[in-house]
């Protein structure tokens, strides 16, 4: 049995470590994901819904923050009457992977409604912060928004002092 230097061992976690892999620029079909995941956070902030409409698949299901999940129809219906809306929308991606013809991004994010929105509604015209997936399926070589899910991260006793 040849015996593997404890350096060596370390190396080896260190580079493989999730956290540094998230440090690592993206290269090829993540890049490409990456990308996508930001301009539909911006067809969002936009409200373009005609946009958002071309980018869904049929099957486009979304567990909302608000507590629903929305079908591809009632999402972009709420979309186009404001019942989702953003005054202000920045998005963290955290981590990409693509596997085949599936992509998953994950992240976080400050969303801040709209007043009449749902979450406006609920919320307050406030940055809420929000954990988020979003899920894509790659159709004809063309990357669809297929899946997501979102919810919003209850503040701690001490940050609501």
Same mark, same amino acid.
């Given at each position: ?14 580079? /493989? ?28 902030? @936009? ?8 980018? /869904? ?27 989702? $809306?953003?005054?202000?929308?920045? @998005?963290?991606?955290? /981590?990409? /992977?693509?596997? $085949? ?18 979450? $406006? ?16 399926? @790659? ?23």
């Amino acid at each position: 049995m040849r015996l593997v230097p404890a350096s060596t061992v370390g190396l080896v976690l260190v580079l /493989s470590s999730p956290s540094l892999a998230q440090t690592q620029p993206l290269k090829g079909a993540e890049a490409a994901l990456a990308a996508l995941d930001m301009q539909q956070k911006e067809m969002v902030a @936009r409200a373009d819904v005609g946009a958002l409409d071309a980018l /869904s698949a049929p099957g486009l299901t979304i567990n909302a923050p608000t507590g629903r999940v929305l079908t591809r129809a009632q999402f972009l219906a709420m979309m186009r009457d404001g019942r989702i $809306g953003a005054e202000d929308f920045d @998005r963290t991606i955290e /981590s990409v /992977s693509v596997d $085949g013809d599936v992509g998953v991004v994950m992240g976080r994010e400050v969303f801040t409604p709209t007043p009449r929105s749902e979450l $406006g509604r609920t919320y307050g015209a406030v940055p809420l912060d929000r954990r988020y997936t979003n899920v894509y399926h @790659r159709e004809g070589g063309r990357w669809r928004w297929f899946a997501r899910h979102a919810n919003v991260v209850a503040k701690s006793a001490a940050e609501a002092r």
